[in-house]
């Protein structure tokens, strides 16, 4: 498989790079790890005129605390994160979710931002944003917009991103009090990508019932999504196990389950609804 002809530009800044993508925004597509971008532009679903390689920015790269929240720039790779004592310690989910990554070499190219601008039905980070309510800060021409995660994907390989856009950072408040998190997926024998993942985010008032919850999950529909129902069944109640069952039965409300050869739209849900179990029975265990 050969993408067709296109021309490519290292940009070494992050004003470099809004400046190469202005000069044809609808033509143009940052590259980060490639490894969506390049399969897809072999098969020839994408035929971009101008790859911007944004991989060398060094000022895209970090995971730092500031104030409340948690900062993670865009082309900070997977496994950057799976490695990251500060995130294992602050906000576990992520590094979990990042272990969970297709294998060793996806991990060591790909990178947060590259999966949350792809939108992939099947990939993990989305859930995990979701999940953790996170905001996504978002660069262009005409300046600089913050966007939450629950609005960034709007459908099949498509966000909020406008022709253009460079998504810059991740933001995630820190999670406080007795918290307890994970990433729970099954994974696709072939790739890894996500059957079904569920990202949960639990947090308990002090006599033990759920405070909040955040529950993002990926793999099922056309795109991640927030299971509402799961979140409300969860708040303000003690966690016996009728709780936790009645609430994870919730988790495909609403939604239009994706059927392929693999997996049917029935069966996704069946996976869904016991992986949701299982998240919230294993953050309940870690917020003790
Ligand atoms: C064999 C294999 C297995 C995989 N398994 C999994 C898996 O289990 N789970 C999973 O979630 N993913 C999986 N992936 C996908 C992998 O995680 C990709 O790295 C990721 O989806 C895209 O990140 P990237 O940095 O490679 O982005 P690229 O491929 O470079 O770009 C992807 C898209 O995002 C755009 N883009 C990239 N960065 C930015 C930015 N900062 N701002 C705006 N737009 C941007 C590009 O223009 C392009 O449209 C797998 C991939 C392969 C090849």
Redesign the pocket.
Known sequence: MIPAQFDYQVANTLEEAITILAKDPDGS???????????AMKLRL?QPQLLVD?ARIKSLSYIREEGDRVLIG??TT?YEIQSSDLLKRICPLLPECAA????VQ?RN???I???L??S?P????PAAAISLGADLVVVGNEGERVIRADDFFVDLLTTA?QPG????EIRIVKPQGRFGQTYQKV?HPA????VVGVAMSLVLAADGSCESAGVGITGVATKAYRAHAVETSLAGNRLDEQTIGSAASHVCDGVDPNSDLYASGEYRCHLAQVHTRRAIQTALGRAK
């Open positions: 597509k940052v590259l980060a790890g490639g490894h969506s971008l390049i399969p994408a944004i865009a082309t997977h969970s990554i297709g294998d996806v190219k790909g990178t931002g590259g999966s601008a792809h992939d099947a990939g993990d980070w991103l856009e460079i998504l810059r994974s790739s890894g990508f996500a």
